[in-house]
């Protein structure tokens, strides 16, 4: 009987002895084995199957947006992958609750042993990165080398072909712009409702040109405040503003999924940076960077979706929030509605 016809077991399914033959402690190879190394690599080992599943959910909430039904993705799917991303992100805090059963000392009788390497190195979290939409002119400059100098050139060749696809937030800004609640014409005889005009009677001045003056908002973009496009910000700002209303129930989900996940991520860098400063005070790190000072700053400097969060200082209360035309509201209360999305502009 050949391989293929064989009856699958837990074993040849897994590829257990495979993945069970993937620990290997320099430690013990010197011949000095550290009791620690075996716990630090499974650790790191299991993050990176982490961070395989995570891309795994990152494509297919990224091909809900490139390849859309009948017109319009299917927010519920992107959602659920949001909602597992989520879910893992939690495991991966807690490996470091087990990592940190190691002792410093218990650390240092193998750290020489690591050479160059870092999970600075790590393609996969790269990929995460790019894929989310962080772009490489937003990374930190000084406190650490460029993110892929260590990398093989075949890894960077894959990074830089992910960098030139659409990232999760590129997708989130085309679909936010083609959305059709910011100039709305309803049926005739009912005033044109226009979000700018209805939403500078509720708004104050700075507050509202920083959102819907494109001069403005150009020169906050230039200088990093913004990620997103004015039309995109003030399409998420309606989206949030009329959450209740049953047409916009997935969208408002959608945006609060985004930030969930990106305090995720947040979380993730912070709780690592406590435990590299626990493990390691201010020495620098195995991959060339400042080590804790760059890992704190880049826990807030590398943020994805802070935009979304920012828009938190726009609101208004619900007493000042400006009603709709009634065949807007009315469209936006059947919750069969499906928007039209708007064409955009060439
Ligand atoms: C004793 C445990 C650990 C120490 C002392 C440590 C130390 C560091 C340091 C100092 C850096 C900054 C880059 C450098 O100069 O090396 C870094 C980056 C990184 N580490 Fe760890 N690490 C530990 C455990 C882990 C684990 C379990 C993971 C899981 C995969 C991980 C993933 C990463 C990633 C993805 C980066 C890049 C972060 C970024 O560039 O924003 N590390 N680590």
Same mark, same amino acid.
């Given at each position: 009987?050949?391989? #293929?016809?064989?009856?699958?077991?837990?074993?040849?399914?897994?590829?257990?002895?495979?993945?069970?033959?993937?620990?290997?402690?320099?430690?013990?190879?010197?011949?000095?084995?550290?009791? !620690?190394?075996?716990?630090?690599? =499974? =650790?790191?080992?299991?993050?990176?199957?982490?961070?395989?599943?995570?891309?795994?959910?990152?494509?297919?909430?990224?091909?809900?947006?490139?390849?859309?039904?009948?017109?319009?993705?299917?927010?519920?799917?992107?959602?659920?992958?949001?909602?597992?991303?989520?879910?893992?992100?939690?495991?991966?805090?807690?490996?470091?609750?087990?990592?940190?059963?190691?002792? +410093?000392?218990?650390?240092?009788?193998?750290?020489?042993?690591?050479?160059?390497?870092?999970?600075?190195?790590?393609?996969?979290?790269?990929?995460?990165?790019?894929?989310?939409?962080?772009?490489?002119?937003?990374?930190?400059?000084?406190?650490?080398? +460029?993110?892929?100098?260590?990398?093989?050139?075949?890894?960077?060749?894959?990074?830089?072909?992910?960098?030139?696809?659409?990232?999760?937030?590129?997708?989130?800004?085309?679909?936010?712009?083609?959305?059709?609640?910011?100039?709305?014409?309803?049926?005739?005889?009912?005033?044109?409702?226009?979000?700018?005009?209805?939403?500078?009677?509720?708004?104050?001045?700075?507050?509202? !040109? #920083?959102?819907?003056?494109?001069?403005?908002?150009?020169?906050?973009?230039?200088?990093?405040?913004?990620?997103?496009?004015?039309?995109?910000?003030?399409?998420?700002?309606?989206?949030?503003?009329?959450?209740?209303?049953?047409?916009?129930?997935?969208?408002?989900?959608?945006?609060?999924?985004?930030?969930?996940?990106?305090?995720?991520?947040?979380?993730?860098?912070?709780?690592?940076?406590?435990?590299?400063?626990?493990?390691?005070?201010?020495?620098?790190?195995?991959?060339?960077?400042?080590? !804790?000072?760059?890992?704190?700053?880049? #826990?807030?400097?590398?943020? =994805?979706?802070?935009?979304?969060?920012?828009?938190?200082?726009?609101?208004? +209360?619900? #007493?000042?929030?400006?009603?709709? +035309?009634?065949?807007?509201?009315?469209?936006?209360?059947?919750?069969?509605?499906?928007? =039209?999305?708007?064409?955009?502009?060439?």
């Amino acid at each position: 009987m050949s391989d #293929s016809e064989r009856p699958l077991t837990y074993n040849s399914y897994l590829l257990v002895d495979q993945l069970l033959g993937c620990q290997r402690p320099q430690s013990q190879l010197a011949g000095q084995p550290a009791h !620690d190394e075996m716990l630090f690599i =499974v =650790v790191h080992q299991i993050c990176e199957l982490w961070f395989k599943q995570i891309l795994c959910e990152l494509d297919r909430v990224r091909r809900v947006f490139l390849q859309p039904k009948d017109g319009w993705p299917d927010l519920a799917i992107a959602i659920d992958g949001l909602d597992r991303i989520q879910k893992i992100q939690r495991v991966l805090q807690q490996q470091f609750e087990v990592l940190e059963t190691m002792t +410093p000392l218990g650390f240092l009788a193998f750290r020489d042993r690591l050479g160059s390497s870092s999970g600075f190195q790590s393609l996969q979290f790269r990929l995460i990165e790019i894929r989310l939409g962080l772009r490489r002119d937003q990374r930190l400059g000084p406190a650490a080398c +460029p993110f892929d100098q260590d990398l093989s050139e075949a890894d960077k060749a894959l990074l830089a072909r992910a960098e030139r696809e659409p990232a999760l937030i590129d997708l989130l800004e085309a679909w936010l712009e083609s959305s059709p609640y910011l100039d709305y014409v309803g049926p005739p005889g009912e005033a044109a409702f226009t979000f700018k005009q209805s939403y500078r009677l509720a708004s104050t001045g700075d507050a509202f !040109d #920083s959102l819907f003056d494109e001069n403005r908002h150009g020169e906050l973009q230039a200088k990093g405040a913004w990620k997103l496009s004015a039309p995109a910000l003030q399409t998420a700002l309606f989206i949030m503003l009329y959450q209740q209303e049953p047409a916009l129930r997935l969208s408002y989900q959608l945006l609060d999924r985004l930030m969930e996940m990106d305090i995720g991520w947040t979380a993730w860098r912070q709780r690592h940076a406590l435990m590299v400063q626990r493990m390691i005070g201010r020495k620098i790190g195995t991959g060339g960077t400042t080590g !804790d000072d760059y890992l704190k700053r880049a #826990s807030e400097h590398h943020r =994805v979706f802070a935009d979304l969060f920012t828009l938190a200082t726009y609101l208004v +209360p619900p #007493s000042r929030v400006p009603p709709l +035309p009634p065949s807007l509201q009315a469209a936006l209360r059947s919750p069969q509605m499906t928007p =039209v999305p708007r064409q955009r502009q060439a």
